[in-house]
């Protein structure tokens, strides 16, 4: 099992900038892929974001060029960065990892932007 745990969450304003983190631990050498995936209220959940073993990356429309997926895989944590935040960017903020035949996920993080 993958243990993921999200953090760096909070209120920003608009136009500003939040950074998550998620550390996975546990059976982390076969995971295969890393994402972040956001659930507004009264939304479905959505992927933001995805990373690779091999690095590539994929974004979902509404957030490339403002948010940044990395990996650092000596502390098996990967990193989101969100820049030009905007009200719409607003909803809990999960963590998954993907290994063959199971999905692990984060209890995920509150991202609130707002004036």
């Known amino acids: 099992q993958v243990q993921l745990v999200e953090s760096g969450g909070g209120l920003v304003q608009p136009g500003g900038s939040l950074r998550l983190s998620c550390a996975a631990s546990g059976s982390t050498f076969n995971i295969n892929l890393m994402g972040w995936y956001r659930q507004a209220p009264g939304k479905q959940r959505e992927l933001v974001a995805a990373?690779?073993?091999?690095?590539?990356?994929t974004y979902t429309d509404p957030v490339r060029g403002r948010f940044t997926i990395s990996r650092d895989n000596a502390k098996n944590t990967i990193y989101l960065q969100m820049n030009s935040l905007k009200p719409e960017d607003t909803a809990v903020y999960y963590c998954?990892?993907?290994?063959?035949?199971?999905?692990?996920w984060g209890q995920g993080t509150q991202v609130t932007v707002s004036s």
């Open positions: 990373i690779a073993n091999g690095g590539t990356t």
């Open positions: 998954n990892a993907v290994r063959v035949g199971r999905v692990d």
